[in-house]
């Protein structure tokens, strides 16, 4: 898939900035409707003294995937600060894809919080305000490196228009594609290193043959999958530096 359509702008963070705010962040996840993997959340951060966008910069869905990984680093380099938090399949069962959402994405602001960077107002992409927690949800996901939230912003279509949530949505899939690839050499039946745990016809099949694995989202209706089917087990340990992005631990 190549880029199309106009490139994002930075309108409204220039709008927020120009209101008081200091330091602006977008926010955007990926891998909430998949079936395996986790749920990843990018932040990225700019001030007013952040520059013209890096050229080819669009909603990571239409960027080819080499585009996309040439992206990354000028994305970093553009932005004040950048992260990713992830939410592990275990803790989207654990505590619904909503709260999974939240936490990947606390997990991203303490990544910014332990470099020193603590955004005045988040631009989320959307229409609902998954981020800010509910009163009696917010002890439950407590972290130790965890900050308030700050305020959110929702915009719609906010990964084609605006871009700083353009530049979480390219860090945010390609450190997810990443961590699919990593895991399907211990699962290569299912396909992720090309699906990316979502549902292709290649992937189903395997469900519907071999099971769930480890890395499913059990309390998903998985096609084809019935209560109690048996859990494919892992065929090799998996990476160390997968296992550490998959932690429960803030930052991860």
Request: proline fraction near 10%; aromatic fraction near 2%; hydrophobic fraction near 40%.
């Amino acid at each position: 898939m190549s880029s199309t359509g106009r490139p994002p702008t930075r309108q409204l963070e220039k709008e927020l900035l120009a209101s008081g705010h200091r330091l602006v962040a977008g926010m955007d996840e990926v891998g909430r409707g998949a079936l395996a993997g986790p749920v990843s959340v990018g932040v990225c951060v700019v001030d007013e003294t952040t520059g013209r966008l890096p050229r080819g910069l669009r909603d990571s869905k239409l960027l080819a995937p080499a585009a996309r990984e040439a992206l990354c680093e000028p994305i970093r380099r553009w932005s004040v600060a950048s992260a990713v938090g992830h939410a592990a399949p275990e803790e989207i069962d654990s505590l619904g894809i909503i709260a999974a959402l939240r936490l990947a994405g606390t997990r991203a602001l303490a990544t910014l919080a332990a470099q020193g960077v603590v955004p005045d107002i988040i631009v989320l992409d959307g229409v609902h305000d998954w981020l800010t927690p509910p009163e009696d949800l917010f002890a439950g996901l407590a972290e130790p490196l965890a900050v308030p939230t700050p305020p959110v912003r929702t915009q719609v279509k906010g990964d084609l228009r605006c871009a700083v949530i353009a530049g979480a949505s390219v860090l945010a899939k390609c450190e997810r594609d990443a961590m699919m690839t990593e895991l399907a050499t211990n699962h290569p039946e299912y396909g992720w290193e090309a699906n990316k745990g979502y549902s292709a016809p290649d992937h189903l099949t395997a469900l519907r043959e071999r099971g769930p694995s480890p890395r499913h989202r059990r309390s998903w209706k998985l096609p084809g999958v019935g209560v109690g089917a048996p859990d494919v087990p892992e065929t090799t340990p998996a990476p160390a530096p997968l296992e550490a992005a998959l932690s429960v631990g803030p930052g991860a």
